[in-house]
């Protein structure tokens, strides 16, 4: 951690991009103005499976303002390089041939001069098909072995446990498809220039789309430039590059002129990834004083045919509890459907869902407080690696959450307290996710009038990227924060990971410190080695910087300011490169911990479920931003209701249509489902897991939601729901 003064880092600062943002200045993917820019609108497949035979586009070519329609007929020029996508298996390969993999599959592209002719033209395109029955159904297909990342796990004897166990439980759960649904369509505009190609894209990772986006044309990497500054919310959707993506470029480079493709809403359910379902079987075994000493994991989750997704799905039943004796067996079920995608939480959500209702039920069969039983079954060091924990604060986190919830005036007995016709209930959860650390870089310079540029190839999906960095980097360089401009969102830039896994804050973070910790020092070295300044012969560690001034620390008055150093030395400027890269093998077991609370009403006559209020408190590390870090935690509580009480996508399995790709019948949670929300971080850092001392956050606060809401509602109705989402005919 820096020695400098902390002034920026820390301070509830509103964001620095809020202005351009409600003023409609800041410029989404879609929003940016190309010179002879044109429109191509996707035509989808209307069979989940089977074959084209024919593509008729005389009545779409014909319509005025329409420029072309591109399908496999035309037997577009693609590479496709070899560029490892996320998945094993091959990713989907636009208009390479007559195969429909999937409802939705893109099988041509209209492009006109306007929107409305390329949408009117897309509907005049009729093709045929020689059309299978798909199979879309999870629960009627045949299971596989996963992916290498889901490989069994055991550790002891779990069924030689399970049978000797004082309590056991045997459980099956069964959590539905849901979409990510952010506010932005994706949407891509292509420019070709000779060779060179330019693609403003709503992307979560700029460098990885233009890796791919080179791969697929063929040309080197330093070609393709790949532009993202503002973002309208991924929560994972964003971290591929899509069909569409490719589909704009392709057409921008066979006419010629730039081209602008956004996908509707309806679209989005079908080309641009989901959480996928699931089935998971769960067995506990313990003693009767709550000791729990088995636990086996058996579940399976779609994917599709061409690809084999994976999500991290199996940590926290290996590391959550003191638990001597687990096994875990994963399988996944290939399916005639587009391929999953990471949604905010993955992996960590659907298993936090299983094993914390399972763990509250166990609570209520042996009669022991939920709190106090996971307290029980704390682990001292990680079970799955035997590695100390960085930080582990869950003891303290439920401790605080209890009392400011008010969970010592809990009646446990299910369905004893009433509000009128509404049952009363409250319920508690453990959030975990994973420290993701990835290597980034980042570019500073300090210019002669005394401000600073900083910059990332890192994004910004509402998050707060933009604000969070130019704290961190304002305190590293001394300045005030109207003093420091972050730019991100261009794969020109200094190379960053993907924002997601919650690793941008650590990882992005700890570059920027260390450029402008560097450039800060490179000040220093050139004030205390410059003859004519009041610093001339200080050791450089006794100089500090604030408020744009160098100074010797405990004196203010012999120092000067940046700009004066920077004019006497002819300099227009100084700048530095800095980056962060983690260890190879970490000696500490590294997460981010939530104790989560709930209270909901259930309508004892109608089963209608609302939560009143929820409480969320964590063991993040550091928080560079507590107003965005409020922000994210009241975000997450309401994607965690989303997931518990309303989203879930409906397929019909007779061609693999999905019958609700709309927000009118795809339920998200609206103001009116939103109670009294309140986040308490602990105070404290973790320099173990980062430079900066901070933990995942992002992810973090949305898991245990679910769970939390689920175990609530069996509190105030005495009934166990284990579907998601929980709905009024489960209740009734």
């Known amino acids: 951690m820096s020695q400098q003064p902390q002034a920026a880092v820390g301070a509830p600062l509103s964001r620095v991009d809020g202005r351009l943002k409600v003023t409609g200045q800041a410029k989404y993917a879609a929003d940016h103005d190309i010179d002879g820019v044109v429109h191509a609108v996707v035509v989808d497949s209307s069979i989940g499976r089977g074959r ?113 166990a004082d309590v056991r439980l045997d459980l099956t759960y069964r959590l539905s498809r849901n979409h990510h649904n952010p506010m932005e369509t994706q949407a891509t505009i292509a420019r070709w220039d000779g060779d060179k190609l330019t693609v403003w894209d709503k992307t979560q990772w700029v460098i990885g789309t233009r890796n791919e986006l080179a791969a697929v044309f063929g040309i080197p990497q330093e070609n393709v430039r790949v532009l993202s500054p503002f973002i309208g919310g991924a929560f994972g959707n964003g971290l591929r590059t899509w069909p569409h993506v490719t589909i704009a470029a392709l057409a921008a480079r066979e006419l010629g002129r730039p081209v602008k493709l956004a996908l509707t809403r ?38 599709s045919r061409y690809e084999q997704f994976w999500e991290a799905n199996m940590a926290l039943g290996q590391m959550l509890y003191a638990v001597p004796n687990v096994s875990q067996n994963v399988q996944i079920v290939p399916l005639d459907v587009s391929t999953p995608q990471w949604m905010r939480g993955p992996g960590y959500g659907s298993a936090a869902f299983v094993i914390e209702t399972a763990v509250d039920e166990l609570a209520h069969k042996l009669g022991i407080d939920p709190i106090e039983l996971r307290l029980r079954n704390e682990p001292g060091e990680d ?65 002669a009038d005394g401000t600073a540029v900083v910059q990332s190839a890192t994004h910004d999906t509402g998050t707060g990227t933009y604000t969070s960095m130019t704290q961190v980097a304002a305190d590293a360089l001394g300045l005030a924060v109207r003093n420091v401009t972050f730019r991100l969102g261009d794969s020109a830039m200094p190379p960053a990971p993907a924002q997601g896994a919650s690793t941008t804050m650590l990882s992005v973070g700890s570059a920027v410190q260390d450029t402008c910790d560097k450039l800060r020092q490179q000040a220093i070295r050139l004030a205390v080695e410059d003859e004519r300044s009041p610093l001339h012969g200080v050791a450089p560690d006794d100089v500090v910087v604030r408020g744009g001034r160098l100074h010797v620390k405990g004196n203010t008055a012999r120092g000067e300011a940046y700009r004066q150093l920077l004019a006497r030395n002819n300099r227009t400027h100084l700048e530095a490169r800095g980056s962060y890269t983690p260890e190879e093998e970490s000696r500490f077991s590294m997460y981010g911990y939530a104790a989560m609370f709930a209270e909901v009403a259930v309508d004892a006559r109608l089963g209608l479920v609302r939560v009143r209020r929820m409480l969320g408190v964590y063991d993040a590390g550091r928080i560079i931003s507590p107003k965005l870090a409020e922000s994210q935690a009241i975000g997450g509580m309401v994607g965690g209701i989303g997931a518990a009480l309303l989203e879930h996508t409906v397929t019909d399995h007779r061609d693999g249509r999905i019958v609700n790709a709309n927000l009118a019948d795809y339920l998200v949670p609206v103001n009116a489902d939103i109670p009294d929300l309140k986040a308490v971080y602990l105070d404290g850092e973790d320099y173990k897991a980062a430079p900066i001392g901070v933990k995942s956050l992002g992810e973090l606060v949305q898991i245990g939601v679910a769970p939390a809401i689920a175990n609530a509602v069996f509190h105030a109705t005495g009934r166990r729901v284990r579907e998601l989402p929980i709905t009024a005919e489960a209740l009734l």
Request: aromatic share 10%; glycine share 8%; hydrophobic share 35%.
């Open 52 to 164: 084209i035979t024919g593509i008729d586009t005389r009545a779409a070519n014909a319509l005025r303002g329409v420029l072309g329609v591109i399908s496999h007929l035309d037997k577009p020029r693609l590479a496709y390089r070899d560029n490892p996508g996320p998945f094993p298996g091959q990713r989907l390969r636009v208009f390479q041939d007559d195969a429909v993999r999937f409802f939705g599959q893109p099988v041509a592209v209209v492009v006109a001069t306007t929107l409305e002719a390329a949408q009117h033209a897309a509907d005049l395109v009729k093709i045929s098909y020689d059309a299978e029955k798909p199979s879309t159904d999870l629960t009627r297909s045949p299971a596989v072995d996963g992916p290498p990342f889901t490989r069994p796990y055991a550790r002891g004897d779990a069924q030689e446990a399970l049978g000797s």
């Open 266 to 303: 309806r679209q989005m359910y079908f080309t641009v990834g989901y959480r996928p379902a699931y089935e998971y079987k769960l067995s506990l075994g313990s003693t009767r004083r709550g000791r729990l000493t088995a636990m086996t994991h058996d579940y399976k989750y779609e994917t």
């Open 383 to 447: 079970p799955s690696t035997q590695q100390p924990f960085s930080t582990r604060r869950l003891r303290e986190c439920f401790r605080v959450g209890a009392r400011a919830f008010g969970w010592h005036r809990r009646n446990p007995r299910p369905r004893s307290t009433r509000d009128g016709d509404w049952l009363i209930g409250t319920g508690v959860a453990t959030g975990c996710y994973d420290v993701f650390r990835r290597e980034a870089h980042a570019h500073a310079r300090l210019d």
